[in-house]
């Protein structure tokens, strides 16, 4: 599975309902798993982005749907990074000529 660094900030939409954000959140962990990814953490931040999860995907594919997905729903406009664990890091910067 790769793993992904969700940045994302609320819509006029999404703040205005945001008493329901931990319904949506929910139904949003629901839409990754039956695409077959997993949240593996959800933090409400201060500052740039309103918030930020780290989740899992199949690949790239996945992940991008997912994100469209969730973005149709307008409460949230995302950021998505492609993260690398410290092992592929390594290998990585092994293959340096």
């Known amino acids: 599975m790769a793993t992904y660094v969700m940045l994302a900030n609320w ?3 999404g703040v205005r309902d945001a008493r ?4 949506r ?3 949003a962990k629901r839409l990754l798993k039956d695409v077959g990814g997993e949240f593996k953490t959800v933090y409400l931040t201060m500052g740039d982005h309103d918030l ?3 989740y899992e995907a199949p ?4 992940a991008a749907r997912f ?3 969730l973005g149709m729903l307008g409460n949230v406009r995302t950021k998505t990074l492609k993260a690398f664990p410290e092992a592929a ?4 910067i092994a293959t340096l000529q």
């Open 11 to 13: 819509t006029d939409q």
């Open 20 to 23: 329901n954000a931990a319904k």
């Open 25 to 27: 959140l929910d139904a």
């Open 52 to 54: 930020v999860a780290i």
């Open 59 to 62: 690949d790239d594919a996945v």
């Open 67 to 69: 994100t469209l997905q």
């Open 89 to 92: 890091f390594r290998e990585i």
